[in-house]
């Protein structure tokens, strides 16, 4: 091949690959890894130097809530995927949820499509709901692209008509057998709505409405038994489960049990459960509320030994944000603030330091859950989660040595709050690359093109596509 094609080369750079760290250039063209070598010749490519620096794969956070359409005063494609950007995430996909309509039926995803469509500074994939009274609508959403089906087990909240409900178990079983049939996934928020909702208005009922009642109104426990139950119709459907933000190791270890019986289970956490506690929660209010909530800190070192022994599949930001005055509700309950974190931009950041630095996780262990696995589990791994020969060139230069205090202005979400503010990182993303194009670069910020990103849909409904021809091909092939 001939090094004049090259677009643009990353040198020198500290490269993380599935299993191994290596000084690597990076040959890139037309918005592809088409190079890895120890030293490339650039020709007229335009270089990026990486000395002294590390090249990550891009993350995918597979856990955002951009409230577009209906609810852009939330949080829009535009800003949220630009807080992402400058974290170091190519591709995101977002919820089914807090948006007006919910994605729970084509026209939805219609709409859905057109809000992101020329917003994105990074790639997309899209989630589509299960709620009750759907079930018919699931097979037109798989086809049509998404990544898979997201269902609550407890109240979401929300506001609004549109509002996207919990799941019944009559719908959660049928839900599953047509998610099954169609060889697709479903992610669920597991917390007991009856163990919570009671819970909840026995505490309120009693004037006990601090952040720490509003924790002992969803114990680890409301998480198992939802699990539990999950696993349960799961069993009985042989449909495969990605169960989001789990805040416990009690409930990993069901989750263990399911998948050495055989299941097709995967399970994701997020960083402010390994980084903050039910404490930050007390002292930084609302900003650190979320459901299933910050646990205390004996529960958060188990939850870190699931994490270290390779127990946890994905790590995803769950991005849940709101406008300010909903974190600060005039009854003064925390019962009454939006529950949902704001933390897009720093997962990256947040995983490095926690992770890597102050406990010595292998970088290449790390990023298996921030890119490889969320791409493979979501059928995106045929483009994104890896740095390797072929991938689209989604590319973070991180810098090592930053040692950098989070600050508010620094915060590219619409609405600038963020438990990390105030937090020092001792790594920061520096250039944040999406197929070969310059996105985010931490000296000049926001630098890519707002309609950059581009929707990815799994490779199984990716229409025309070379990689649907090989999927018929092999499967002409087996038959
Ligand atoms: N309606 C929400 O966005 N809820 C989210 N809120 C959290 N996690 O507090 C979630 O993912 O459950
Ligand atoms: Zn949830
Ligand atoms: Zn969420």
Same mark, same amino acid.
């Given at each position: 091949m001939s090094r004049a094609t090259l677009d643009t080369v990353i040198m020198n750079g500290m490269v993380v690959l599935r299993g191994e760290v290596r000084q690597l250039d990076i040959g890139i063209r037309d918005g592809v890894i088409v190079e890895l070598a120890d030293k490339l010749e650039a020709g007229h490519a335009r270089i990026i130097d990486a000395g002294g620096q590390y090249v990550l794969p891009g993350a995918v956070d597979v856990h955002v809530h951009f409230n577009?359409?209906?609810?852009?005063?939330?949080?829009? #494609?535009?800003?949220? *995927?630009?807080?992402?950007? !400058?974290?170091?995430?190519?591709?995101? @996909? &977002?919820?089914?949820?807090?948006?007006?309509?919910?994605?729970?039926?084509? %026209?939805?995803?219609?709409?859905?499509?057109? /809000?992101?469509?020329?917003?994105?500074?990074?790639?997309?994939?899209?989630?589509?709901?299960?709620?009750?009274?759907?079930?018919?609508?699931?097979?037109?959403?798989?086809?049509?692209?998404?990544?898979?089906?997201?269902?609550?087990?407890?109240?979401?909240?929300?506001?609004? $008509? &549109?509002? #996207?409900?919990?799941?019944?178990?009559?719908?959660? #079983?049928?839900?599953?057998?047509?998610?099954?049939?169609?060889?697709?996934?479903?992610?669920?928020?597991?917390? +007991?709505? +009856?163990?919570? %909702?009671?819970?909840?208005?026995?505490?309120?009922?009693?004037?006990?409405?601090?952040?720490? &009642?509003? !924790?002992? *109104?969803?114990? =680890?426990?409301?998480?198992?038994?939802? @699990?539990?139950?999950?696993?349960?119709?799961?069993?009985?459907?042989?449909? !495969?489960?990605?169960? =989001?933000?789990?805040?416990?190791?009690? *409930?990993?270890?069901?989750?263990?049990?399911?998948?050495?019986?055989?299941?097709? @289970?995967?399970?994701?956490?997020?960083?402010?459960?390994?980084?903050?506690? $039910?404490?930050?929660?007390?002292?930084?209010?609302?900003? /650190?509320?979320?459901?299933?909530?910050?646990?205390?800190? +004996? $529960?958060?070192?188990?939850?870190?030994? !699931?994490?270290?022994?390779?127990?946890?599949? =994905?790590?995803?930001?769950?991005?849940?944000?709101?406008?300010?005055?909903?974190?600060?509700?005039?009854?003064?309950?925390? #019962?009454?603030a939006w529950g949902g974190i704001s933390g897009a931009q720093s997962t990256l950041e947040v995983m490095l330091h926690e992770a890597h630095v102050l406990k010595g996780m292998p970088l290449t262990e790390l990023m298996e859950m921030l890119s490889y696995r969320p791409a493979q589990r979501f059928g995106l791994e045929h483009r994104k989660g890896e740095i390797r020969i072929g991938a689209d060139a989604d590319l973070v230069v991180v810098d090592p040595k930053a040692n950098y205090t989070l600050q508010t202005e620094q915060l590219y979400s619409r609405h600038k709050h963020s438990p990390y503010v105030g937090r020092t990182f001792s790594w920061r993303v520096a250039i944040t690359l999406c197929r070969g194009q310059e996105v985010y670069h931490v000296g000049n910020g926001l630098v890519g093109a707002l309609g950059h990103g581009q929707w990815v849909k799994p490779r199984k409904y990716e229409a025309g596509s070379a990689a649907q021809r090989a999927v018929a091909a092999e499967s002409a092939a087996r038959q």
């Open positions: 577009e359409p209906g609810m852009g005063h939330w949080e829009g #494609f535009a800003t949220g *995927s630009a807080a992402l950007a !400058a974290g170091g995430v190519t591709t995101y @996909v &977002d919820m089914p949820l807090n948006g007006a309509p919910p994605t729970v039926h084509t %026209a939805a995803l219609e709409q859905k499509l057109n /809000a992101a469509k020329g917003q994105s500074y990074v790639d997309y994939a899209l989630w589509g709901g299960l709620v009750p009274g759907n079930k018919d609508q699931l097979e037109a959403l798989a086809e049509a692209g998404v990544v898979g089906f997201k269902a609550f087990l407890s109240s979401p909240g929300g506001e609004g $008509e &549109d509002i #996207f409900r919990e799941v019944d178990d009559l719908t959660l #079983f049928e839900g599953m057998k047509r998610i099954a049939a169609l060889g697709g996934v479903l992610a669920l928020h597991a917390e +007991s709505d +009856s163990l919570t %909702a009671r819970l909840a208005q026995r505490a309120q009922s009693a004037g006990l409405t601090s952040a720490l &009642d509003f !924790a002992a *109104s969803r114990p =680890v426990l409301a998480e198992l038994e939802a @699990v539990n139950r999950a696993l349960f119709y799961a069993r009985h459907t042989g449909c !495969a489960l990605h169960f =989001v933000h789990i805040s416990s190791e009690a *409930s990993i270890e069901l989750i263990d049990r399911a998948k050495a019986a055989g299941m097709d @289970v995967t399970v994701e956490t997020c960083p402010h459960y390994l980084a903050l506690t $039910e404490n930050d929660m007390q002292t930084l209010g609302p900003v /650190a509320k979320c459901a299933p909530p910050l646990r205390n800190e +004996s $529960e958060q070192q188990r939850l870190w030994s !699931a994490v270290q022994g390779g127990r946890v599949d =994905v790590i995803a930001s769950d991005h849940s944000p709101c406008p300010a005055g909903m974190k600060e509700p005039e009854s003064g309950s925390f #019962f009454d």
